[in-house]
Structure formats: structure tokens, C-alpha cells
């Protein structure tokens, strides 16, 4: 089993930034697992949709269209714990931000493990 621990969230105003962190845990995982982490989020009222991911071996980044440029993934191996650097954050950008990870060494298809979310707020 993986689990996930997403941590960071808070109020921000537009156009400040905010870092989120996720922890990885359990036996099945190691430093050279096959294994893609991602974020996602889900406005209120709105479907969850895919905001950038990472793969655990080689650091492959993957990043939607909509935060090219002002977002950032990174992980470090040492610690199981994959970031993501929020700037220029916009008040649409309001939600509950989760960690994800699945097995395989590419972004696309069903996760295989959730994190529980972290409520990022930005204020206009």
C-alpha cells in the first residue's frame, strides 16, 4: 500500500504564492519504484482536473496548458516528498488540491492512491 499527505494549504491573495508538500509512505514504495506522482484539484462545484505530475525515477514534469510558467513540480527522493510551487496564483484557482500517484512511468490512466486534499483559498 502507498500513502499520501498532502500538507501547505491556506489563504492566499491573488497573485501570491503558495507551496504545497506531499509526503509518500508504505512498504511497496521505495526510492526506485516505477511510480508517478501528481496534483490535482477540484474547484468548488467543479470536476477535479490534472494540475501537473512527476515521475519518481528520472523527474519527467508533466504541467496542464492553464499553469505553465507560473507553477512547479520537483520531488526529492531522499524525503518521499513531491512539491509544488504555486506563483501568480489566481482566485479561479480556489480548491481542494490533492496528491496522486500511479504506478507506471507516464501521467496518463487511473491513480492508484490518494492523498485526503489540502484547501488552497485565493482571495481577489
Known amino acids: 500500500q502507498v500513502q499520501l499527505v498532502e500538507s501547505g494549504g491556506g489563504l492566499v491573495q491573488a497573485g501570491g504564492s503558495l507551496g504545497l508538500s506531499c509526503v509518500i509512505s508504505g512498504g511497496t514504495f521505495t526510492r526506485y519504484s516505477r511510480y508517478v506522482l501528481g496534483w490535482f484539484r477540484q474547484a468548488p462545484g467543479k470536476e477535479r482536473e490534472f494540475v501537473a505530475a512527476?515521475?519518481?525515477?528520472?523527474?519527467?514534469?508533466y504541467y496542464a496548458d492553464s499553469v505553465k510558467g507560473r507553477f512547479a513540480i520537483s520531488r526529492d527522493n531522499a524525503k518521499n516528498t513531491v512539491y509544488l510551487q504555486m506563483n501568480s496564483l489566481k482566485p479561479e484557482e480556489t480548491g481542494v488540491y490533492y496528491c496522486?500517484?500511479?504506478?507506471?512511468?507516464?501521467?496518463?490512466?487511473?491513480?492508484?492512491?490518494w492523498g485526503q486534499g489540502t484547501q488552497v483559498t485565493v482571495s481577489s
Open positions: 496522486a500517484g500511479r504506478w507506471g512511468m507516464r501521467p496518463q490512466g487511473s491513480y492508484d492512491n
Open positions: 512527476i515521475s519518481w525515477i528520472g523527474g519527467n514534469t
